[in-house]
């Protein structure tokens, strides 16, 4: 009979290996980053003209509503000008609970406006909180919204309804720009 052995085995050091992994790892997020700052472009606002105002930069969060649903009450304003052959009355699309033009909580928070309509072609909406937001006139005969801002707290209804008089009174031109800041898609 032999002598039995005892073989001492040692386990496998882990300072090494956590070591290798964590190099890994910075050499990764180097790499990373280096692509991220080759590759980065940056996203500078295009300036508007004097005469304009951009609808995400320039608006109050109240501007803003008001815009918005002047944009899409205008498919409805369409339908029913072609529906019944006439411009509807801003009470007529209160009755229909059109917004901005319907007097409830959410127009009164942003600004009270009162709208009559100018000349069956345009709608003409006066703040009774000029501090909260302008004043605004939108037209009806772009294919496009045409929609103008005004923050004076005196401001009338504009007797003529073209661009130029319009801007010529201290009115701003409401445009909207799709850039890659709002749609986070960036094509090279």
């Known amino acids: 009979?032999?002598?039995?052995?005892?073989?001492?085995?040692?386990?496998?050091?882990?300072g090494h290996e956590t070591l290798n992994v964590?190099?890994?790892?910075?050499?990764?997020?180097?790499?990373?980053?280096?692509?991220?700052?080759w590759r980065g472009v940056s996203h500078?606002?295009?300036?508007?003209?004097?005469?304009?105002?951009d609808a995400r930069r320039d608006l109050s969060a109240a501007e803003q509503g008001i815009y918005a649903d002047l944009r899409v009450t205008l498919d409805e304003i369409r339908l029913l000008r072609d529906?019944?052959?006439?411009?509807?009355?801003?009470q007529n699309l209160a009755d229909e609970g059109f917004a901005p033009f319907a007097q409830d909580a959410s127009s009164v928070s942003?600004?009270?406006?009162?709208?009559?309509?100018?000349?069956?072609?345009?709608?003409?909406?006066?703040?009774?909180?000029p501090a909260v937001a302008g004043s605004?006139?939108?037209?009806?005969?772009?294919?496009?919204?045409?929609?103008w801002l005004n923050r004076d707290a005196a401001v009338q209804a504009p007797?003529?309804?073209?661009?130029?008089?319009?801007?010529?009174?201290g009115w701003k031109q409401i445009v909207a720009q799709y850039d890659a800041g709002v749609t986070r898609e960036h094509r090279h």
């Open 136 to 147: 605004f006139v939108m037209l009806l005969s772009a294919d496009a919204p045409d929609i």
């Open 22 to 37: 964590l190099l890994l790892c910075l050499l990764i997020l180097a790499i990373a980053g280096s692509v991220v700052a």
């Open 44 to 53: 500078e606002p295009e300036p508007v003209a004097t005469n304009q105002l």
């Open 83 to 90: 529906e019944q052959q006439a411009v509807p009355t801003p």
């Open 1 to 14: 009979m032999s002598t039995p052995t005892t073989q001492v085995v040692r386990p496998a050091g882990a």
């Open 110 to 129: 942003r600004g009270g406006h009162v709208w009559q309509l100018l000349a069956d072609t345009a709608y003409f909406g006066q703040s009774q909180v």
């Open 159 to 169: 007797a003529q309804l073209t661009a130029a008089a319009l801007s010529a009174a």
